[in-house]
């Protein structure tokens, strides 16, 4: 339960009127991602609707405990970078609005929050005597006191699904770009859990045919409670194994499934290097995937170039479509928000050094002889 990852579709072709008298009003990309500030919580409070879970929830005490913490990340005043949370968010320039969020946690599963999951077994069992054979999935609750770097609270404005940017890609891979920037402060594995299917009232299945019964509470009691306090499942959560094959056919139908709405982000994931580590959360049954950090494909191509030449974007635009290459590009400001990051164009260049787009490498404050980080993009 504790990373919801929510990404409408991204893909389109076309650019509404009001976004091309965007892109003509101000200079440099339309769009940037950037370190959220205190001053974000109003903004993201709307965001929040769209997803409302652990890590975002739509309640403005929570969005609050949230932005604190992410900037005393990105200031570095909480020193242990396991405690660290970071929150990225994407802003429309042009009305200076934030329209998605994502975020990295240090690490989830601590002694004081022990990153709680249920493994999930295959079974078989075979009787010679009737010649039966069954086939059965059990559960087992597990605790992990140092677990894996978490990410999650990924979520887009759905009236900018069909930009041609795709910014829920963009969202998603700015957090492998900043883990690769500060490799030591993270995990050498890296876990994102997707929603299962869901009701469309929120109900989940798994938790009425089990967690209900063991704590006497409904799955919004025991998700807004588990947003400050897990233990009472521990404390009250079977310890043995549970037969799947008890439960109804609706709780056994969502155990490791992915929701419509998660469908792109577990295709995404795979494509990267993540796998079903097969793991759910206890709560809902939505599968953890995970990956070994350092071979996550977007951490491994991330490096640390010079820029050596700016590209005039009508250059760029008058390469053919298979010759446009772009990169994610990020700096990170002495003063907040900490971390920027833009879409732009970008050529390799012999050794460290590379080509990026002019306007957004000005708008960044990126010129000739400046170093950025890069993420190419295919």
């Known amino acids: 339960m504790w990373v919801r990852v929510f990404v409408p579709e991204v893909r389109g072709t076309t650019r509404s009127p009001r976004m091309e008298t965007a892109a003509r009003a101000i200079e440099g990309p339309l769009y940037e991602i950037r370190g959220s500030t205190l001053e974000d919580e109003a903004q993201i409070l709307a965001i ?4 409302n879970t652990v890590n975002l929830p739509h309640e403005e005490e929570g969005v609050q405990q949230i932005l604190e913490l992410s900037q005393k990340s990105f200031t570095q005043a909480i020193k242990d970078p396991k405690r660290r949370q970071y929150v990225f968010v994407l802003v429309d320039r042009m009305r200076d609005q934030i329209i998605g969020t994502s975020m ?5 599963g601590r002694k004081d929050a022990p990153y709680i999951y249920l493994d999930v077994i295959q079974e078989e069992r075979y009787s010679q005597t009737l010649d039966k054979h069954f086939e059965h999935t059990i559960l087992k609750i597990g605790y992990s006191y140092n677990g894996p770097t978490e990410i999650g609270g990924l979520v887009l404005d759905p009236t ?13 891979y700015v957090r492998f770009l900043f883990i690769k920037m500060h490799r030591e ?23 009425d045919a089990l967690g209900r019964h063991f704590t006497d509470m409904t799955y919004a009691e025991a998700d807004k409670l588990s947003r400050k306090n897990k233990e009472f499942i521990r404390g009250l959560f079977p310890e043995g194994t549970i037969y799947a094959s008890l439960l109804p056919k609706q709780a056994q139908d969502v155990i490791g499934k992915v929701g419509a709405q998660t469908r792109g982000v577990e295709k995404l994931l795979r494509r990267i290097g993540f796998r079903y580590a097969e793991r759910v959360d206890p709560f809902d049954g939505g599968p953890h995937f995970t990956a070994l950090t350092d071979e996550v494909t977007l951490v491994v191509h991330t490096r640390h170039l010079k820029v050596v030449e700016l590209i005039r974007e009508e250059d760029a635009a008058a390469l053919p479509p298979e010759k446009r290459k772009r990169a994610v590009v990020a700096t ?14 970008f050529e390799e260049r012999p050794g ?6 002019a306007h957004a490498a000005h708008a960044l404050g990126l010129d000739v002889g400046s170093e950025a980080w890069i993420l190419p993009l295919e």
Not at 104 to 108: E, K
């Open 104 to 108: 990295v946690f240090g690490q989830l």
């Open 185 to 207: 402060w993270f995990r050498d594995e890296v876990l994102a859990e997707l929603l299962p299917p869901l009701e469309k009232d929120g109900t989940s299945h798994l938790w």
């Open 160 to 172: 900018y699904r069909r930009v041609p940017e795709r910014l829920g890609t963009f969202l998603s």
């Open 48 to 51: 929040a609707r769209h997803l």
């Open 352 to 357: 460290d050094s590379c080509a990026l787009g």
């Open 332 to 345: 990170e400001p002495p003063g907040p928000p900490y971390f920027r990051a833009m879409l732009a164009a």
